[in-house]
Every structure is written in structure tokens, then in C-alpha cells.
């Protein structure tokens, strides 16, 4: 059974920062894509970032670029999201996906991924 879970939100001010961490378990492929939604209130699920573990594009949202980096560890099925200088407009709830179907590049429609962690929250004030 493959389980996504991520961790590492919390309550920060603006201008702060945050580390994400998502581990992935129950499979043993790595060349996959990996991303990091979010979801605020009464807005639909947005990609902020993506990443092909085995080498392809990575893909920022304009919202983030400049502030947030997408990394991953293939060797520990790992991915994480540094985020920086966070803004009030970045309080959402923290999606980790993971597209095990195979494909060999990465999109950001949110139905292609076919596994998600729980979600953890993030919230910045001002």
C-alpha cells in the first residue's frame, strides 16, 4: 500500500520561513513526479511546484518562484518544499502528490497524481 505523508507546517509571520517534508513508502520506483499542492478557502487546489525525480523540469508557480525551492531525495523517496519569505497570501492547507502512473513528465493538473499525503497546514500572518 503506498502512503504519502507530509509535515512540517505551522503559524509564522510574514517573512518567515518553513520547511515541508513529504515521505513516500510502499513502492520502490523513483522516477516518478512529485509536487506540492495547496488549497486556501473557497479556492480550488493549485500545483505550487513539481519536480521529475529522474531528472526532468521543475516547475514553479509565479505565485512562489523566487521564494520557493522544490527538492528530492530519491534514495529515501523524499521531497520537501523551502519556503521563504512567506506572505499572508501563502495560508493554505500543503498538499504532497506523488503520479505513480508511469508517465515520464510531470503535470500539474490534479488529477494526474494519483496519490496524496493527509495535508498539513500552513499559516502566515501579518
Avoid at 512540517?8 to 516518478?32: D, E, F, K, M
Avoid at 523517496?77 to 499572508?88: H, Q
Avoid at 510531470?106 to 493527509?118: A, D, I, K, L, Y
Wanted: proline share 2%; net charge positive; hydrophobic share 30%.
Amino acid at each position: 500500500q503506498v502512503q504519502l505523508m507530509d509535515s512540517g507546517g505551522g503559524s509564522v509571520q510574514a517573512g518567515g520561513s518553513l520547511r515541508l517534508s513529504c515521505t513516500a513508502s510502499g513502492y520502490t520506483y523513483r522516477r516518478h513526479c512529485m509536487g506540492w499542492f495547496r488549497q486556501a478557502p473557497g479556492k480550488e487546489r493549485e500545483a505550487v511546484a513539481t519536480i521529475y525525480t529522474g531528472g526532468g523540469s521543475i516547475y514553479y508557480a509565479d505565485s512562489v518562484k523566487g521564494r520557493f525551492t522544490i527538492s528530492h531525495d530519491s534514495a529515501k523517496n523524499m521531497v520537501y518544499l523551502e519556503m521563504n519569505s512567506l506572505k499572508p497570501e501563502d495560508t493554505a492547507t500543503y498538499y504532497c502528490a506523488a503520479d505513480l502512473s508511469g508517465r515520464h513528465f510531470c503535470s500539474v493538473t490534479t488529477r494526474t497524481f494519483t496519490n496524496w499525503g493527509q495535508g498539513t497546514q500552513v499559516t502566515v500572518s501579518s
